[in-house]
């Protein structure tokens, strides 16, 4: 493969905590190729959405570099990271985040919106997405008529609205029961091998990392490779 679309260089984080210092990640390292899905595994409280945070932009590390696409994020503006947020990284969380008040297509539409592209062709991407999702009847519907299975996948059709290169999912089924779960993941899988999209995917359940094609565990601030 050889196309890294995230590198993270020597990655530290510290939080204070009154008195004391918490050092969440200390020399973290990590590469994701175009086209390679990770698990990232780890205890509760290791510091995983710390990582998915600082790789997808919305943190910044205290030390330590990273590269998206090629670019050193480091060097960039808040306007410069925002822009390749938007347009390079789509983001699953383990709550959907849906807006309460816009249908699921809406909800698929918006952020295509905000990224500069026409609502027509906006419109046409979130009925092919929704389509792949099998929630095409569903896409008048707003959230709270949706079930817990459905408006994660409303999520992940958000997610991928704006063909971004990186996926970073944050323990996406973790708030769905285990049948639910596994039809989710099976379709987070298909869509994120299909459109060929690196992707770290932070989870709980050993059975659905075995899925992909490479666990990393976080453990003590660094990340080693394969499971706990």
């Not at 939080?15 to 899905?37: A, C, D, H, P, Y």
């Not at 822009?83 to 985040?97: A, D, K, M, P």
């Not at 609502?119 to 896409?139: G, K, N």
């Given at each position: 493969m050889n196309n890294p679309v995230l590198v993270l260089e020597e990655i530290h984080r510290t939080f204070i905590q009154g008195r004391s210092k918490l050092e969440v990640l200390r020399g973290t390292n990590l590469q994701v190729e175009e086209g390679e899905i990770i698990a990232l595994v780890g205890q509760s409280g290791s510091g995983k959405s710390t990582l998915l945070h600082?790789?997808?932009?919305?943190?910044?590390?205290?030390?330590?570099?990273?590269?998206?696409?090629?670019?050193?994020?480091?060097?960039?503006?808040?306007?410069?990271?925002?822009?390749?947020?938007?347009?390079?990284?789509g983001f699953v969380y383990q709550y959907h985040h849906l807006l309460p008040e816009f249908t699921a297509l809406e909800n698929v539409v918006i952020p295509q919106i905000i990224a500069g592209l026409d609502r027509s062709e906006a419109r046409m991407r979130a009925h092919e997405l929704l389509a792949w999702l099998s929630l095409s009847d569903?896409?008048?519907?707003?959230?709270?008529?949706?079930?817990g299975g459905e408006q994660q996948r409303v999520a992940i059709a958000r997610a991928l609205a704006n063909a971004p290169r990186l996926l970073l999912a944050d323990e996406p089924t973790g708030n769905l029961d285990p049948s639910i779960a596994d039809g989710v993941f099976?379709?987070?899988?298909?869509?994120?091998?299909?459109?060929?999209?690196?992707a770290v995917i932070a989870?709980?359940?050993?059975?659905?990392?075995?899925?992909?094609?490479?666990?990393v565990t976080l453990a003590d601030g660094i990340l080693?490779?394969?499971?706990p």
């Amino acid at each position: 493969m050889n196309n890294p679309v995230l590198v993270l260089e020597e990655i530290h984080r510290t939080f204070i905590q009154g008195r004391s210092k918490l050092e969440v990640l200390r020399g973290t390292n990590l590469q994701v190729e175009e086209g390679e899905i990770i698990a990232l595994v780890g205890q509760s409280g290791s510091g995983k959405s710390t990582l998915l945070h600082i790789a997808g932009l919305l943190e910044q590390p205290d030390e330590g570099n990273v590269y998206i696409c090629g670019e050193n994020c480091n060097e960039m503006n808040d306007d410069d990271r925002t822009r390749l947020r938007r347009h390079n990284i789509g983001f699953v969380y383990q709550y959907h985040h849906l807006l309460p008040e816009f249908t699921a297509l809406e909800n698929v539409v918006i952020p295509q919106i905000i990224a500069g592209l026409d609502r027509s062709e906006a419109r046409m991407r979130a009925h092919e997405l929704l389509a792949w999702l099998s929630l095409s009847d569903r896409e008048s519907h707003r959230p709270s008529r949706l079930s817990g299975g459905e408006q994660q996948r409303v999520a992940i059709a958000r997610a991928l609205a704006n063909a971004p290169r990186l996926l970073l999912a944050d323990e996406p089924t973790g708030n769905l029961d285990p049948s639910i779960a596994d039809g989710v993941f099976a379709v987070l899988m298909q869509l994120v091998r299909g459109a060929g999209l690196a992707a770290v995917i932070a989870t709980h359940n050993h059975e659905l990392a075995s899925k992909t094609d490479r666990i990393v565990t976080l453990a003590d601030g660094i990340l080693v490779e394969g499971k706990p």
